[in-house]
């Protein structure tokens, strides 16, 4: 589309343009998409309430502008290259054509099964092409889709399902994820024990395994779709009009909700995506994340689509059938842009650099990491080996809740940098605030992160808790939205995020709050009291270690820990359970009985040097014999 930057001059002056003028700024590149009123005002906001507008006043459907309007020029090409988990079954292309009519009979099935605008619809389903299908279908009609990651337990699930009020499950029998089978719907099952809202569940057949059937609310995809009208006029949506829901920890059990709109985050999203990457017609995009995770929502589905683009979706993991997977898919498709985690990176780079010297990468233009800090060895070794020192690297920071990318390099027009995300956005303007609380002038410093003015695709609120949203993002720093992150700043202005500064712990790339695993854990009968709090990991990034109290001397320490690992995975999901479990007669805690984590973390990281003054804790003696016994 037309707001593609093209050199460094072009970044410059827009991002000072986007500062300056953001009104018009946005403008400009908001009248490239398709909208069915123009809006009144660009954007409004306040945020001591919080509140944030954007294209106030204009009437948009996101799929019109995903799929309808590239109908008349690119109704054959693809717009979906899917990729199975078995490398023996056949990859499948879909063009936008093709997209099209799927969707628009998806969204008769849901209209069919009495789902309207603004109902919330759970969709907890493998990496499959009905999975955006099933989100797109949502977005025709208006309905809000709550996408829950299908690597969530039963109990997840359930809590996402109760939050926002779902009131179907679109899922499938099973998933396949390398050599696993997920029983996807017998968890959802599992999680309707606990549910009332919910009055259907459409199953996709995809593994084909035996299932529990319940007539009463349970229907098959594949009869639901039959002789179904593929023409489904879009509903007209508001711009500030919800998209969807998606969740994410934070440091308290419950998980946070985060709200999207439709118009700034479709122009947020396609904008970022055109920039970043640098995608250009014909070229082929690959994106490894889960639609589980936003990256999947914005840069898998919405970005891409939006901006007529091939993007491919891939059903497995990158160690099935064995380590050079992601580069067999590459050579296939002949991938022009690849978006992958550094949890991903650090693992290939543990295996023989010939897994990936056998196939030819010679398509790839453009590389990308997103989810968590990449360090210097991981960075070097994607630019040696995937990259050959010819494709520039943009590490993309953002988040759940900012919607879109906000600080990275845009690929081969600005300067990257080992493990710097390097510069913000057009339209983002970061500061750095010390540990006081006061805003950093310096250029070259490091501190906490926070942003200072809207942009178009920042979350509007957590479902259901306006109070948190206000709590969590906007109390750290006057008029500055909070996102958790400590960074470092060069003297070029280069942002380099060194990680979060709250209970917040990034496992392999998965944003992981600390209480709901700790929660998880106190479950236990034999378990008083723990903490859990994250180290780093050479592969993970970080993982988890959980100290834990128990009523009795611990007898079979392997079988409680054990159970524990069971809990954790089946309350919180397989991805959170801590690598390591120490058993403790107590916690570190202040007088007024908080858990000093920050002692915690330190012994974790085996960094007992420098462990400040404990002599003010109300049971210093404990912190020795924790030390004694760490692992
Ligand atoms: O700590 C930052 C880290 O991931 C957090 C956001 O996690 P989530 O909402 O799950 O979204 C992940 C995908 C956008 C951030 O607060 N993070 C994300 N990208 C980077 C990063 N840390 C360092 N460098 C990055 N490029």
Request: proline fraction near 5%; charge should be negative.
């Given at each position: 589309?037309?707001?593609?930057?093209?050199?460094?001059?072009?970044?410059?002056?827009?991002?000072?343009?986007?500062?300056?003028?953001?009104?018009?700024?946005?403008?400009?590149?908001?009248?490239?998409?398709?909208?069915?009123?123009?809006?009144?005002?660009?954007?409004?906001?306040?945020?001591s309430k919080p509140e944030t507008k954007w294209f106030i006043g204009g009437q948009l459907n996101i799929t019109e502008n995903c799929l309808d309007r590239h109908l008349a020029s690119k109704a054959d090409q693809t717009a979906i290259i899917w990729e199975p988990n078995n490398p023996n079954e056949k990859s499948v292309r879909v063009t936008y054509k093709e997209l099209h009519s799927k969707v628009c009979a998806f969204a008769n099935v849901l209209k069919k099964n009495g789902i309207q605008k603004g109902d919330k619809v759970c969709i907890y389903m493998p990496m499959i092409v009905e999975l955006a299908v099933a989100v797109l279908a949502c977005a025709r009609i208006g309905a809000v889709h709550s996408v829950v990651f299908a690597g969530f337990s039963s109990k997840a699930l359930a809590a996402r399902i109760n939050d926002a009020g779902c009131k179907i499950v679109l899922t499938a029998d099973g998933g396949y994820r390398g050599e696993k089978t997920t029983p996807l719907k017998n968890i959802v099952d599992e999680a309707l024990k606990n549910c009332s809202t919910v009055n259907n569940v459409l199953v996709f057949k995809r593994t084909d395994q035996p299932i529990n059937w319940n007539d009463n609310i349970d229907k098959w995809w594949h009869e639901e779709i039959a002789q179904i009208e593929d023409i489904c006029e879009p509903v007209v949506l508001d711009s500030e009009d919800e998209l969807f829901i998606l969740y994410t920890s934070g440091s308290t059990g419950k998980p946070k909700g985060m709200v999207h709109t439709c118009g700034g985050y479709m122009v947020y999203t396609t904008y970022s995506f055109q920039n970043v990457f640098q995608y250009k017609e014909g070229d082929v995009y690959?994106?490894?994340?889960?639609?589980?995770?936003?990256?999947?929502?914005?840069?898998?589905?919405?970005?891409?689509?939006?901006?007529?683009?091939?993007?491919?979706?891939?059903?497995?993991?990158?160690?099935?059938?064995?380590?050079?997977?992601?580069?067999?898919?590459?050579?296939?498709?002949?991938?022009?842009?690849?978006?992958?985690?550094?949890?991903?990176?650090?693992?290939?780079?543990?295996?023989?650099?010939?897994?990936?010297?056998?196939?030819?990468?010679?398509?790839l233009k453009?590389?990308?990491?997103?989810?968590?800090?990449?360090?210097?060895?991981?960075?070097?070794?994607?630019?040696?080996?995937?990259?050959?020192?010819?494709?520039?690297?943009?590490?993309?920071?953002?988040?759940?809740?900012?919607?879109?990318?906000?600080?990275?390099?845009?690929?081969?027009?600005?300067?990257?940098?080992?493990?710097?995300?390097?510069?913000?956005?057009?339209?983002?303007q970061p500061a750095l605030f010390d540990s006081e609380g006061r805003k950093i002038e310096n250029q070259e410093a490091e501190g906490i992160l926070a942003i200072q003015h809207p942009w178009p695709s920042i979350a509007r609120t957590i479902y259901g808790d306006h109070e948190r949203y206000k709590n969590v993002y906007f109390s750290a720093y006057p008029n500055h939205y909070f996102p958790g992150d400590g960074a470092l700043r060069d003297a070029k202005?280069?942002?380099?995020?060194?990680?979060?500064?709250?209970?917040?712990?990034?496992?392999?790339?998965?944003?992981?709050?600390?209480?709901?695993?700790?929660?998880?854990?106190?479950?236990?009968?034999?378990?008083?009291?723990?903490?859990?709090?994250?180290?780093?990991?050479?592969?993970?990034?970080n993982a988890l270690y959980a100290f834990v109290i128990t009523y009795d001397k611990v007898s079979k320490p392997e079988q409680l820990k054990n159970e524990i690992l069971e809990l954790v995975s089946k309350t919180v999901g397989p991805i959170a359970k801590p690598d390591?479990?120490?058993?403790?007669?107590?916690?570190?805690?202040?007088?007024?009985?908080?858990?000093?984590?920050?002692?915690?973390?330190?012994?974790?990281?085996?960094?007992?040097?420098?462990?400040?003054?404990?002599?003010?804790?109300?049971?210093?003696?404990?912190?020795?014999?924790?030390?004694?016994?760490?692992?």
């Open positions: 589309m037309g707001f593609q930057i093209q050199s460094y001059q072009q970044y410059l002056d827009d991002y000072k343009k986007s500062v300056t003028n953001p009104a018009e700024f946005w403008d400009e590149i908001a009248v490239h998409f398709k909208w069915r009123k123009h809006w009144d005002k660009t954007f409004e906001y306040d945020w690959w994106c490894t994340a889960d639609i589980g995770w936003i990256t999947g929502h914005s840069y898998i589905i919405y970005g891409p689509l939006c901006l007529g683009a091939t993007t491919v979706m891939f059903e497995g993991v990158p160690s099935y059938p064995d380590y050079g997977r992601f580069w067999e898919v590459c050579e296939k498709h002949k991938v022009n842009q690849f978006y992958t985690a550094p949890t991903a990176i650090r693992t290939l780079a543990k295996h023989p650099k010939d897994l990936v010297d056998k196939y030819d990468l010679s398509n453009v590389l990308g990491t997103v989810g968590e800090p990449i360090n210097e060895e991981a960075w070097h070794w994607y630019d040696d080996n995937v990259g050959k020192n010819k494709c520039p690297i943009v590490d993309t920071w953002w988040q759940t809740e900012t919607g879109g990318i906000l600080i990275s390099s845009l690929a081969g027009v600005t300067e990257g940098k080992p493990t710097f995300a390097t510069l913000p956005m057009p339209g983002i202005g280069n942002y380099r995020i060194t990680g979060r500064v709250d209970d917040v712990v990034i496992v392999s790339g998965h944003n992981l709050g600390t209480a709901p695993v700790e929660n998880a854990i106190d479950e236990h009968k034999d378990v008083v009291e723990c903490a859990v709090v994250g180290f780093p990991h050479d592969v993970k990034g390591k479990i120490q058993f403790v007669s107590g916690l570190p805690k202040t007088r007024s009985g908080k858990i000093m984590r920050r002692i915690l973390r330190k012994i974790a990281s085996k960094d007992t040097e420098n462990l400040g003054d404990i002599s003010t804790l109300l049971n210093p003696d404990v912190v020795t014999e924790i030390i004694d016994n760490s692992l």
